[in-house]
């Protein structure tokens, strides 16, 4: 028998119900899953949170809040939710040092298999888009490991929101009615969004090697933050051809390119003429790009983040960002010391995948130094050695690529001395001096080192 529309109809309507009867499906001692990022549920966060007086030892796990969570901001002593945390935004990295929140360390490509073979998932709530004519709701801007996570949940709670876009998908970016126990409608609330911000004079002078190493028919990743954007949009201005996009996160660069003229895609080895990506994070104008977009496809974390996938297409340049490189060529994305600033994200996976690239470079692009916003205190984010406690992103082993705006160098096979030179001939220059005494005392310098 083949279902027709009136069929789902009147089985969404079964399922409708309101946030606070959804929520019911929590039991004491629950794991909930919310979410990524802009699949975040509204209404059934503050559902959920409204419980806390009824409900006991609820562990509930999110990723990147773009907005305050009500089970955070309701129950900071953690009497009833623990909450923990796949990878920071800036809203949580606050909570986390408030120790409202814990981190969950992870590879972005494991994320899927972790639901699989190892996590309970009790009740996962996402945001979705509105129901198609054949039963199936979009996960929207974020497939990444939606449909790992649902799979394995026991429940599964849908918010629809008119407002997400509809991401058409290569794999794994959709979940059908049956598949869902209950359904909240969330009508005006809009999908998270963050600005454009155009780079500054250091971000060109970091873009400049970046793009000059950049050959026509590339295929590009754009990690998150500030400066893999704006190098992003300076690409945009160049005059390269046929660049291909393979992401995890789609972001207004890429839109800005697909304006230009920059991006066909049509010279990708896998996936030719479309846009792959896994989740998506920006203005309004990229998500009215992305909304139906058959050039562009939506695929599940363990496809576009496996070194093995990357590794398979010509040229693959990535662009990343990091706190800060110690002599060694550790590089930490994610915190200073034990205080947790991000998380891994992708940046190891997409490392190793264009490093197996033909003619493809992982490149860590940094400012040379940071300065501190309450001391005002500068200091130089290539260090002798990482801070006590601070977590290494990408081992030694594996850093290629180092840009800052002083150059750009590749670390890969150098020995620690040349590593060391390699590292400092990007410093600031203010660091430089300081630098190599350090060196030398840890016995990664030689005499004819300086120049
Ligand atoms: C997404 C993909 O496609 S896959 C691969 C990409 N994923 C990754 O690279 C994961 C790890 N990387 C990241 O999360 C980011 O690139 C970051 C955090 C390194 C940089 O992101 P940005 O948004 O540009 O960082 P931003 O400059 O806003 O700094 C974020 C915080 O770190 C702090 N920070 C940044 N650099 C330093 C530094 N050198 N020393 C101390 N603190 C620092 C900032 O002060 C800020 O903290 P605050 O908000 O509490 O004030
Ligand atoms: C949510 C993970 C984002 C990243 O890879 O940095």
Known sequence: MVNDVSEWTEMYQQKLTTPEEAVKLVKDGDWVEYGMTTSQPVLLDAALAARKEELKDIKVRETMSLFPRKVVECDPMRDTFTVSNWHMSGYDRKACAQGAMN?????????????????????????????????????????????AMVQKAKKVIVEVNPNMPRCLGGLGEAIHISDVDAIV?????????????AG????????????EAIPDGATLQLGIGGLPNSVGAMIAKSDLKDLGFHTEMLVDAFYLMYKEGRLTNKAKRLNRNKGVYSFALGSQKLYDWIDDNP???????????????????????SINSCIEVDLFGQVSA????PHQISGTGGQLDFTDGAYRSRGGKGIIAMHSTHTDKKSGVTTSNICPTLAQGTTVTDPRSQTCWIATEYGMVNLMGKSTWERAEALISIAHP???DELIKKAEEMKIWRYSNKK
């Open 185 to 197: 409608e969330a009508p005006g609330i809009a999908i998270p969004t963050i600005p454009f911000v």
């Open 334 to 337: 994610e915190s200073k010391g």
């Open 103 to 147: 981190f969950s360390p992870m590879c972005f490509r494991n994320q899927p298999s972790i639901y699989r073979d190892l996590l309970d998932v009790d009740v996962a709530m996402i945001t979705v888009a509105s129901m198609d004519g054949h039963g199936y709701f979009n996960f929207g801007l974020c497939a990444a490991a939606t449909e």
């Open 295 to 317: 050039s562009l496809a939506a695929f599940p974390i363990d496809y576009v983040n496996d070194p093995a996938v990357i590794g398979q297409m010509d040229n693959f340049i």
């Open 430 to 432: 203010d660091f430089r």
């Open 200 to 211: 500054d004079e250091i971000d060109a002078m970091i873009a400049k090697p970046i793009v």
